[in-house]
């Protein structure tokens, strides 16, 4: 019946929960060839240094099974890669034409062993993957766009080892400083940088939508605490704008 169908947003639009996902991917699947370019015109290149920063922070053990989850076009995989020499890394998204584009690029890289790369289209909501598998669970960029975070939270704990950590980058409140001037960008210019480079105004303008609706730094760690991690703690990066959040899955 129309009226039990459970709802959810879209940017800050409401929408059905079934019809979110369609339209994510949607939109994953219209920006896929143009993403990195528009990456670095949002960011200014900056998104460079906030997953640099990211990979360098981890602890990655020796031959570590590494899951990249919404890894989209490689970027935080072929930084695990750099990062460690004896790490694997699955990159999952359910974005086909995005993992494609992955793909492309980790073929023209010339330091990137594409041996150690596995390419995999799956939702974060649920994943295909064994329980008990990796050693680290990484997802940056992705989680704002799931339907429900604490579902996909929940699926890491599931796959990662004891011991194993989950480290997420996402977008976050910004500091209230700050945020006349980070809104004036977000919603000004950032959806025409769409229009003119992507020819698509609307991706872009979910994008900067999504920011806002996703839960604060708090609200974000005490979901992640909520589903049984330990050690559960973040960082902010650039007053705010992005945070890293980490966990440990306990070892009993
Ligand atoms: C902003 S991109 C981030 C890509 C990459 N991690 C990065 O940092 O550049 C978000 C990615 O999340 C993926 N995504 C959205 N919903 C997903 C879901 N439910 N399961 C897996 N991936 C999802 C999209 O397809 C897209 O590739």
């Not at 949607?26 to 900056?46: I, P």
């Not at 929940?154 to 996402?170: N, Y």
């Not at 959806?191 to 839960?215: H, N, T």
Request: glycine share 6%; aromatic share 10%; proline share 4%.
């Amino acid at each position: 019946m129309e009226g039990d169908k459970k709802k959810t947003h879209f940017g800050f639009t409401d929408v059905d929960e079934a019809e979110k996902e369609k339209k994510v991917h949607h939109v994953f699947a219209n920006v896929a060839k143009k993403y990195d370019l528009m990456n670095d015109a949002m960011s200014m290149g900056v998104h460079r240094l906030w997953k640099d920063y990211y990979v360098g922070g981890l602890q990655i053990p020796y031959n570590a099974k590494i899951l990249d989850m919404a890894g989209g076009t490689g970027d935080i995989a072929f930084r695990l890669l750099r990062h460690s020499p004896t790490a694997k890394v699955t990159v999952s998204d359910i974005n086909q034409p995005m993992l494609d584009v992955g793909k492309e690029r980790a073929e023209k890289e010339r330091d990137i062993q594409t041996s150690r790369l596995e390419w995999v289209c799956a939702n974060a909501e649920q994943m295909p993957f064994e329980s008990n598998t990796y050693d680290l669970f990484t997802m940056s960029f992705g989680i704002r766009n799931c339907t429900h975070p604490e579902k996909v939270v929940r699926e890491a704990f599931r796959v990662l080892k004891p011991g194993g950590q989950l480290a997420i980058l996402e977008f976050s409140e910004v500091n209230s400083a700050l945020k006349p001037i980070y809104d004036a960008y977000s919603f000004n210019v950032i959806p025409v940088l769409g229009e003119i480079l992507a020819s698509d105004r609307e991706s872009y303008q979910y994008l900067v939508e999504s920011i806002r609706k996703f839960p604060n730094q708090d609200e974000f760690a005490r979901i992640i605490r909520e589903e049984g991690f330990g050690h559960v703690r973040y960082e902010n990066m650039t007053f705010g704008v992005c945070s890293i959040h980490k966990g440990t899955k306990p070892r009993k």
